[in-house]
């Protein structure tokens, strides 16, 4: 019996609303199942068949199904007209009624509001509820939490559970402290699990009095779990830990978790694929998978990976990754760099919330170090001395330790970045870009292609989510912008970025921009990527060390192969910008020119040798061709494009 009632006037008058006629339709046909607990080592439960019906997107249980199954009092009053629910007490049937619970919502049927009085231990009650073919229908979370029992639904299998023997717990998202009570169970014996549940119930479910079965309730509510893996199955990581904690703590064993019933390889965004790496890049990412969603996941190190993208994203195991990554500092240089930090990583420690953390070591990193150089971030400290990005990112990712912040670091070509645990969900921050700190989000970079975040957070990290699009990551390195294409950005888009980048931008300039649209379409290339280019070439139109002129009408740097050459002329804008589409065009594919050839070096382009914009540069480029030399030069293309885009 339910023998926790917790009732209060204000849990009462928090249920009290009201309804209007609805439809309800049979809850089968949506495929949930329906399981009920009634004991502590139970986890899985009974399955049962009561009559439940979804209305308005809510499930309804028929009130007297409940009673049965979870065994409390149900009894109606016919001179007052009013409903009396005894959670301490047993099921009485009805006169005639069934001895068993069946399933009779097999059509649609007319929901109208009860017009019965509703008591819970003798205090009036004002859930919704709602007649059904004379029956009363009261959602389960609502009974739940008016009677104390717990309620969890799987969202992989629509399994709906009720645990008698467990106190209720309100839905809630995967926090930082639930990752870190996982990341603890795992490394701990299931003997200590009961020290771990005692320190971690008062902070997951903000109640300083909470025991055990308040943590695992907590944990079997929570609606966005990631998934995590234990032998070759997934399953949810709240309802595992939940599982594991309940056969620890109530000396049993684990009945198992319903296991998540699609295929990993379905997990993968087919974008992660869709690019001149697909190969290398499925073969790590089968590789990282066996290593990272095993029954012990193991270091990257300990597998071997190919392709240099995703060789050089990792997880972070201990420090001593991450000091791998500061340009040979030693053991003393490491020692002096935290002695030098003590006092900040203290205050770090003491702050109440993600984005205090975040913006604390954003802040500090700028007022530290500068980018653009090569020192170790555990000997340029105290005097800004420049660092590499990546020895930043190896900085930024020690502070997260200290903080107790879950992050590990993700690298490319020649750039570094941190992906953290923050606010509830991954994020990968770049701290590289020395912007003024307004929010979180002027340095969080946006994942368009939620494939690249499964390669960065959900195979590289256990107890990530497979199901957060909005989660970000660094999908411009990792997955690849074509030149060929419709543009993204307008002109309009186009013109208000250069004005607002170059306030002394010449009219003529603004006057030609619609020609990057109509010269792109004209030969299936993306006008806004040339524009993007023009603008990293010419100093967004300032000409400033560049190494041709406005009056050239050369807005690329076209036949500047060497310090000091002039470069080719045209004698209009539009012409200029035709050569620079036709240019780009020989690197995108083997389609021939639509319009005459007026580049002068179209014939000497090796043709398709770099279909994506991030392959214009040489350094990136896997065949060694491309238009810049500099490092990470289609990057900063799409750079500028993101932020055309934004106007």
Request: hydrophobic share 40%.
């Amino acid at each position: 019996m339910l023998k926790r009632l917790i009732f209060t006037a204000l849990s009462v008058a928090a249920l009290t609303c009201t309804a209007s006629a609805a439809t309800a339709l049979p809850a089968a046909s949506g495929g949930q199942t329906f399981h009920v607990s009634t004991t502590l080592s139970d986890t899985v439960g009974r399955t049962a068949t009561p009559t439940i019906y979804n209305i308005d997107g809510n499930t309804y249980f028929k009130l007297r199904d409940l009673g049965r199954l979870l065994d409390f009092g149900v009894a109606y009053d016919p001179s007052s007209n009013a409903v009396h629910i005894d959670p301490d007490g047993s099921y009485v049937p009805e006169a005639g009624e069934s001895s068993t619970v069946q399933n009779t919502a097999t059509s649609s049927a007319a929901a109208i509001p009860t017009r019965q009085t509703l008591y819970l231990a003798g205090e009036r009650i004002t859930p919704q509820v709602y007649n059904i073919k004379g029956n009363n229908f009261i959602g389960l979370r609502a009974l739940g939490q008016l009677a104390d029992f717990g309620v969890s639904y799987n969202y992989d299998n629509k399994r709906i559970t009720a645990y008698a023997a467990y106190p209720y717990a309100p839905e809630t998202s995967w926090n930082a402290a639930m990752n870190d009570l996982a990341n603890n169970l795992r490394a701990l014996p299931s003997a200590s699990y009961h020290l771990t549940a005692a320190r971690y119930a008062p902070v997951i479910t903000e109640d300083g009095s909470a025991d055990w079965r308040a943590l695992v309730s907590t944990l079997r509510a929570v609606k966005d779990a990631p998934l995590y893996a234990s032998g070759s199955a997934l399953f949810r990581s709240s309802l595992y830990w939940a599982d594991a904690l309940t056969a620890a703590l109530a000396n049993t064993t684990a009945s198992g978790t319903p296991a998540y019933n699609v295929a990993l390889a379905s997990l993968a965004d087919p974008d992660l694929f869709d690019n001149p790496d697909k190969a290398a890049l499925q073969a790590d990412f089968q590789a990282m998978s066996a290593a990272y969603l095993g029954s012990r996941p193991s270091s990257l190190a300990d597998i071997s990976v190919s392709n240099g993208y995703s060789k050089n994203a990792r997880s972070r195991l201990s420090l001593s990754d991450t000091y791998t990554l500061t340009g040979g500092a030693s053991a003393d240089d490491r020692k002096k760099a935290e002695a030098y930090f003590s006092s900040q990583m203290a205050e770090l420690s003491a702050l109440k919330t993600d984005s205090e953390r975040i913006s604390y070591i954003y802040l500090l990193l700028q007022r530290e170090y500068q980018t653009g150089g090569s020192a170790s971030w555990t000997a340029a400290y105290g005097r800004k001395k420049q660092v590499s990005a990546t020895s930043l990112a190896a900085a930024a990712d020690w502070m997260f330790s200290e903080a107790g912040i879950p992050a590990f670091l993700a690298r490319s070509w020649s750039a570094a970045w941190n992906v953290v645990y923050v606010n509830g969900q991954w994020a990968v921050f770049d701290f590289t870009k020395g912007s003024t700190l307004r929010s979180l989000d002027d340095y969080r970079l946006i994942d368009t292609h939620p494939g690249s975040t499964l390669m960065l957070t959900q195979v590289m990290r256990p107890g990530s989510s497979y199901y957060n699009a909005k989660t970000a990551t660094v999908d411009k390195y990792f997955s690849y912008t074509s030149l060929t294409g419709t543009p993204q950005a307008t002109a309009a888009q186009m013109q208000a970025y250069i004005k607002k980048a170059n306030p002394n931008v010449p009219q003529s300039v603004i006057d030609m921009i619609p020609y990057y649209i109509s010269e792109g379409q004209a030969e299936g290339i993306r006008g806004d990527i040339a524009f993007a280019q023009s603008c990293l070439e010419t100093g967004n139109f300032t000409f400033r060390d560049s190494a041709v002129t406005i009056g050239q009408n050369n807005f690329c740097g076209l036949g500047v192969i060497d310090n000091g050459m002039k470069g080719a002329s045209f004698d209009t804008p539009q012409l200029g910008i035709r050569a620079q589409i036709q240019h780009l065009k020989a690197y995108a594919n083997h389609e021939p020119l639509r319009n005459a050839c007026i580049d002068p070096r179209f014939s000497l382009v090796s043709r398709g040798a770099a279909p994506t914009v991030q392959y214009l540069g040489i350094q990136e480029n896997p065949k060694g061709y491309g238009w810049a030399a500099g490092a990470d030069y289609g990057v900063k293309i799409l750079n500028i494009l993101e932020n055309i885009l934004t106007y």
